[in-house]
T-cell receptor
Framework: ETGVTQTPRHLVMGMTNKKSLKCEQH?????MYWYKQSAKKPLELMFV???????ENNSVPSRFSPECPNSSHLFLHLHTLQPEDSALYLC????????????FGSGTRLTVV | DQQVKQNSPSLSVQEGRISILNCDYT??????FLWYKKYPAEGPTFLIS?????DKNEDGRFTVFLNKSAKHLSLHIVPSQPGDSAVYFC????????????FGSGTQLTVLP
């Protein structure tokens, strides 16, 4: 148990579906992140939340919609995705985005069909 | 344009020998560097880090070297063990970016018994 839990672990969805990814951290951190990992590419930062406010949105398409209801929970709402959105989506948390690096969850493997 | 580059997608090393993983960066504002290790179906886990005020940091079998003038860092693992087989990500951050991490694309290390 890493302290950051992501559900579901695997998700297959059609292009017209709406689904949500959930992330929960039990570490008392106040910053949370969504990253996308595509095959043989760097981890791409999608969103950053600090103290429950979105502080970064790295030109992510609007079909991805994050939500951070409190400092322990982070969601990524998905709708009308494309096959190229298939990837591993990783949630991470940190304390003040400081020098200690991130704690990552195990990720959600998303397949869009 | 990738700011953190890991030019070797894979590396194979014999058990007991040294593994050297390399990372280059282009952003001179980066002042903190980290290595993460990722096993299949798991999220990345923090391995070792180094501040730009140092040129070496050692933790057991793992040593990270930083050459600021060359904008290059490397991770040395000695002796390598089969359990070290994983994908290794280099990451960098700057104090002006709310400590957000920029990742490389990873190097798959295989340690052969």
């Amino acid at each position: 148990e890493t302290g950051v839990t992501q559900t579901p672990r695997h998700l297959v969805m059609g292009m017209t579906n709406k689904k949500s990814l959930k992330c929960e951290q039990h570490l008392g951190h106040n910053a949370m992140y969504w990253y996308k990992q595509s095959a043989k590419k760097p981890l791409e930062l999608m969103f950053v939340y600090s103290l429950e406010e979105r502080v970064e949105n790295n030109s992510v398409p609007s079909r991805f919609s994050p939500e951070c209801p409190n400092s322990s929970h982070l969601f990524l709402h998905l709708h009308t995705l494309q096959p190229e959105d298939s990837a591993l989506y990783l949630c991470a948390s940190s304390q003040d985005a400081g020098n200690y690096g991130y704690t990552f969850g195990s990720g959600t493997r998303l397949t869009v069909v | 344009d990738q700011q953190v580059k890991q030019n070797s997608p894979s590396l194979s090393v014999q058990e007991g020998r040294i593994s050297i993983l390399n990372c280059d960066y282009t952003n001179s504002m980066f002042d903190y560097f980290l290595w993460y290790k990722k096993y299949p179906a798991e999220g990345p886990t923090f391995l070792i880090s180094i501040s730009s005020i140092k040129d070496k940091n050692e933790d057991g079998r793992f040593t990270v070297f930083l050459n600021k003038s060359a904008k290059h860092l490397s991770l040395h693992i000695v002796p390598s063990q089969p359990g070290d087989s994983a994908v290794y990500f280099c990451a960098a951050s700057s104090s002006g970016s709310a400590r957000q991490l920029t990742f490389g694309s990873g190097t798959q290390l295989t340690v052969l018994p």
